[in-house]
């Protein structure tokens, strides 16, 4: 009888199934043990948002190793992307833009609406940028001008051999025509969250995002420090008060008004430090009763932010100067270092005064929490805030209401 036909097991092929099972082995204890996961995850960090992350910052704030990313769009963005936590719920999104182009860092900072409540801004050390950081939330936005041949960001542009060159000469040129770059982000810290970040926590996240500025900068040719700082970085100016007769930093114009001040019921403010570098500064006069109920609210937008801001309420803020005598909306303009050249945006400084309506049965449902509403008051601290704002800055030519 025939003997059955049985396939014949060599040593070739004893060493191939050898193999398969150490591949097989060695793909089940990277894929159980995470290794193969944490890979994907450092490629991702490496490549999203045109490779500027600054991968170990960011690890570093959202308090994990394990951290992905992906760019969000949208079309023609230079860059947009979220890192995400793998084991939590912490998320850090940034997104970069040219600065005639950008109506993201109004929104970012809430100032979408007029006569709303919007957390005050910090400036960001001596980097051209402000850091908003309350009740849980916390946001950076930065202000990069570009085309300037001596700024540190062209020299680290440009370039003869390889592709980084040709990148940064590509992008160079768009920063020129653009003038600016925008560079905002914002922190999540996830759900169940509220709690304000300590000093370390607001540290950790401006300094993320000032690199990866960095980076977005030297690739757009665009201006940042060489030697920027974030020294003197604060919270929320809200949680430490002042009193209008003593007022610091971007509301001391406001000093002399002190006293006319009360017979109106207010008596404290929300002063940010002040600096020459911060494109947007606010100064928040509160009552004298409670220095937590905002009545009037004052903010200097400069560059990219008065130019958007203007644009998105030119119906009702339109002219070098103005006052609404039935309200409260006072404002001002300035002339500023760039403005009308490849390096500005063409708009001037904008010097914006409104009311904060209480919601408190205190004062009435959709009332400014003011004994009175004098146009000569707002006209006076709106002029004194936008003197010392304009001055720090540079600017000149200076349209009081």
Not at 10 to 28: E, F, I, K, M
Not at 144 to 156: D, F, H, Y
Not at 198 to 206: K, L, V
Request: glycine share 14%; with cysteine.
């Amino acid at each position: 009888m025939p003997q059955s036909w049985k396939p014949r097991r060599g040593p070739l092929a004893l060493a191939l199934l050898s193999g398969l099972a150490c591949l097989l082995l060695v793909g089940g204890v990277l894929y159980g043990t995470g290794t193969l996961q944490s890979w994907r995850e450092e490629r991702q960090l490496s490549r999203a948002c045109g490779g500027i992350l600054a991968a170990p910052q960011i690890r570093t704030v959202l308090g994990s190793r394990d951290v992905g990313a992906k760019d969000t769009g949208p079309d023609g963005t230079p860059a947009s992307c979220v890192a995400r936590a793998r084991d939590g719920d912490s998320s850090m999104s940034l997104q970069v833009r040219w600065g005639s182009e950008d109506d993201a860092a109004t929104r970012l900072l809430d100032r979408t609406r007029l006569f709303a409540y919007s957390a005050p801004v910090s400036p960001l050390g001596s980097w051209p940028g402000v850091l908003m950081s309350d009740q849980g939330r916390a946001t950076v936005s930065l202000w990069l001008q570009c085309g300037n041949e001596n700024s540190k960001g062209n020299e680290n542009s440009k370039g003869s051999k390889g592709g980084e060159g040709n990148r940064g000469s590509k992008a160079n040129e768009a920063g020129e025509r653009a003038g600016s770059l925008t560079v905002n982000a914002r922190l999540d810290r996830g759900t169940g969250n509220g709690a304000g970040l300590s000093s370390a926590g607001r540290h950790r996240f401006a300094a993320a995002v000032v690199e990866s500025a960095e980076k977005a900068a030297d690739a757009a040719g665009c201006d940042h420090p060489a030697e920027g700082s974030l020294a003197g970085l604060t919270g929320s100016p809200r949680a430490h008060p002042s009193g209008l007769a003593t007022a610091p930093g971007t509301c001391a114009g406001l000093r002399p008004l002190a006293a006319r001040a009360a017979r109106l019921g207010l008596g404290h403010t929300w002063a940010p430090p002040a600096s020459g570098s911060a494109p947007v500064e606010d100064c928040v006069l509160t009552t004298a009763g409670d220095a937590q109920l905002p009545a009037y609210w004052m903010s200097a937008y400069y560059g990219p932010y008065a130019e958007d801001f203007t644009k998105r309420f030119a119906a009702r803020v339109s002219g070098e100067r103005g006052q609404e005598k039935d309200g409260t909306l006072t404002w001002a303009t300035a002339s500023c270092p760039g403005t009308g050249t490849g390096h500005g945006t063409g708009t001037r400084a904008l010097f914006l005064l409104h009311g904060v309506p209480d919601n408190d049965t205190r004062t009435g449902a959709g009332k400014v929490p003011t004994t009175g509403n004098p146009p000569a008051f707002r006209a006076d601290a709106l002029s004194a805030f936008a003197r010392q704002s304009a001055e720090r800055h540079g600017c000149g030519d200076v349209k009081l209401p």
